[in-house]
Nanobody
């Protein structure tokens, strides 16, 4: 059965770091480009980052550039979002998603993680 399972969220203090992971089962992750998204309370979903199927091309939103790093290990069927220098405004539910095209629009993502909460607060 197909699963795309996220882990690594939680509560951290401003300035601290957190790493999110998404592990795919039931499908082969190296066939897909990956997007990371987040949705803060009362706000629309926003794109955070994209990484190509081989990991050779990466993009970040301006709000996270220089603080977040996306990577993947296709041998482990896993993608990562390393978040550093976290700010309260990073508080959101974070989603990983898989698509055929790179940096697709939301309707083009075929598989979504369940969402995982990140809370940055003192």
């Amino acid at each position: 059965q197909l699963q795309f399972v996220e882990s690594g969220g939680g509560l951290v203090q401003p300035g601290e770091s957190l790493r999110l992971s998404c592990v795919a089962s039931g499908f082969t992750l190296n066939y897909y480009n990956i997007g990371w998204f987040r949705q803060a309370p009362g706000k629309e979903r926003e794109a955070v980052s994209c990484i190509s199927s081989r990991g050779s091309t990466i993009n970040y939103s301006d709000s996270v550039k220089g603080r977040f790093t996306v990577s993947r290990d296709n041998a482990k069927n896993t993608v990562y979002l390393q978040m550093t220098s976290l700010k309260p405004e990073d508080t959101a539910v974070y989603f990983c998603a898989a698509s055929v095209r790179y940096c697709s629009g939301p309707g083009e993502y075929l598989y979504w993680g369940q969402g995982i909460r990140v809370t940055v607060s003192s």
